[in-house]
Nanobody, 121 residues
């Protein structure tokens, strides 16, 4: 599976962005897709995930502001980010894992290249 993340950019605090993660491969619908982010000088952290049955899970820091969804016909997962804060500034990565709820990066086999989100105050 190859993943391509896009949609990052510069936005003011309180604004919105939608990230996309497009995957290759015919078994996309069976994968858990996660979004992670990494700010300068910090470790990569879990943001959210969606499993094959469309159940989702969010980190406490983004719950209620971010929404993950998937369109299996387009092999795409979306991350709608609303009410953005300066502390959301990071490189955002999408990743694929076997079915299940995985919060740790080590459980994800495939990674996209990352897309930079910058939120100005």
């Amino acid at each position: 599976v190859q993943l391509q993340a896009s949609g990052g950019g510069l936005v003011q605090a309180g604004g919105s962005l939608r990230l996309s993660c497009v995957a290759s491969g015919r078994t996309f619908s069976t994968y858990t897709i996660g979004w992670f982010r990494q700010a300068p000088g910090k470790e990569r952290e879990f943001v959210t995930l969606i499993v094959s049955g469309n159940s989702t899970y969010y980190s406490h820091s983004v719950k209620g502001r971010f929404t993950i969804s998937r369109d299996n016909a387009k092999n795409t997962v979306y991350l709608q980010m609303d009410s953005l804060k300066p502390e959301d500034t990071a490189v955002y990565y999408c990743a694929a894992a076997g079915g299940g709820f995985y919060l740790a990066p080590r459980n994800y086999y495939y990674w996209g290249q990352g897309t930079l989100v910058t939120v100005s105050s």
